[in-house]
């Protein structure tokens, strides 16, 4: 995968991607330097993250390569999909308003919620006791 190539960064959680398009390629997807169904073993992991590509209707024509850390599966998987819809905007500007339209280009901004102090977590409080 060498040549000429459109970059998109995608975030989900605490997960960040940098995804890399190829134009002229064959459909190969790798992430991490591993195969994609390595890396993303759960059933439809990888129609997910390729949901982009299905939309415009170029699954085989471009080889995909991903760099992503942090975060778990899901949030990996959502970054990679962010990710490649914005590198496939910096390739065709036409592409956005079909995009956005099935919100592929929507970063998703929820996050874990923090700790509050004298609760178990963020909302659970102690069990209650009378006496």
Known sequence: MIGQYYEGIGRRKAATARVRIF?????ILTINDKDGSDYLPRAGDIDILLEPLTLIGQQRTFDVSVHVSGGGIS??????????????V???????????SHDLLTRDARV????????KRARKAPTYTKR
């Open 112 to 119: 874990k919620e923090r700790k509050k102090p004298g609760l």
């Open 75 to 88: 949030g990996q998987r959502d970054a990679i999909r962010l990710g490649l819809a914005r590198a496939l």
């Open 23 to 27: 134009p002229g390629g064959t459909g």
């Open 90 to 100: 910096k390739l065709d500007p036409e592409l956005k308003a079909q995009l956005r």
